[in-house]
């Protein structure tokens, strides 16, 4: 049987559905989008209740919004790090450092806004650590693993085809950015890369980032 990747936009991010001999989803987009969820999952014949885990990559509002809607919709257990799960647990809005010029143009953009976002509080069930976390008991083969740099809790989740979804470890859409690289905000840019490192080690290949389309780790590759 062979895994299946749909990728279900839910505000600025891309949030994914893995399917295989069971199925998973990782981060859950921005707040409010509960309805955009369930007509998604159903395009794809995907009930609510098969899906048993969401693996939030990192605790940036974009990708914590619609935690506490769709595990009320699902059922399914939330998985975060242990650094990151206080942002859904007391509905904490960090704004990630500037990179760039241009990232620091955007930063002074979102200050404003932020503000204004909710973020529904809800418990994490499934606290991460910085050991692999194995996915096999939820029926995919792969495992998550600690990738810090873009916050300090980040993860990314790798499949054993060598897919790889890591939140925004890396970027690959307007505005952030006009093609695939590194990300433009991030704690400490150099443990980025040695999370890049750690993930190419371990044998990715195709990236799927939260914002932009999937492309090839040999890209990252070439930019470390």
Request: proline fraction near 8%.
């Amino acid at each position: 049987m062979g895994i299946d990747i749909h990728p279900i936009p839910l505000g600025p991010d891309r949030c994914y559905i893995i399917r295989e001999k069971g199925i998973i989803m990782i981060d859950s987009g921005s707040p409010n989008k509960g309805k955009k969820f369930i007509k998604s999952i159903n395009k794809i014949s995907i009930k609510p209740e098969h899906i048993k885990l969401i693996i939030l990559t990192h605790g940036h509002w974009d990708h914590i919004g619609s935690a506490k809607e769709i595990k009320g919709i699902t059922g399914a257990k939330i998985a975060m790090h242990r650094l990151e799960k206080d942002c859904l647990e007391k509905s904490l809005k960090p704004i990630p450092p500037a990179v760039n010029r241009w990232a620091h143009i955007l930063t002074k953009i979102m200050a404003r806004f932020i503000p204004l976002v909710n973020i529904p509080s809800t418990d994490v069930d499934i606290i991460l650590e910085n050991e692999e976390f194995s996915l096999v008991e939820f029926g995919i083969p792969g495992k998550i693993i600690h990738t810090p740099g873009h916050s300090s809790g980040s993860v990314s989740i790798l499949l054993e085809t060598g897919d790889v979804f890591v939140g925004d470890l890396a970027m690959n859409s307007f505005p952030l950015r006009l093609s695939p690289g590194l990300p433009i905000f991030a704690d400490d840019i150099q443990k980025v890369k040695d999370s890049w490192k750690l993930l190419l080690d371990k044998g990715a290949k195709m990236v799927y980032p939260a914002h932009g389309n999937p492309f090839s780790a040999e890209i990252i590759r070439k930019s470390l």
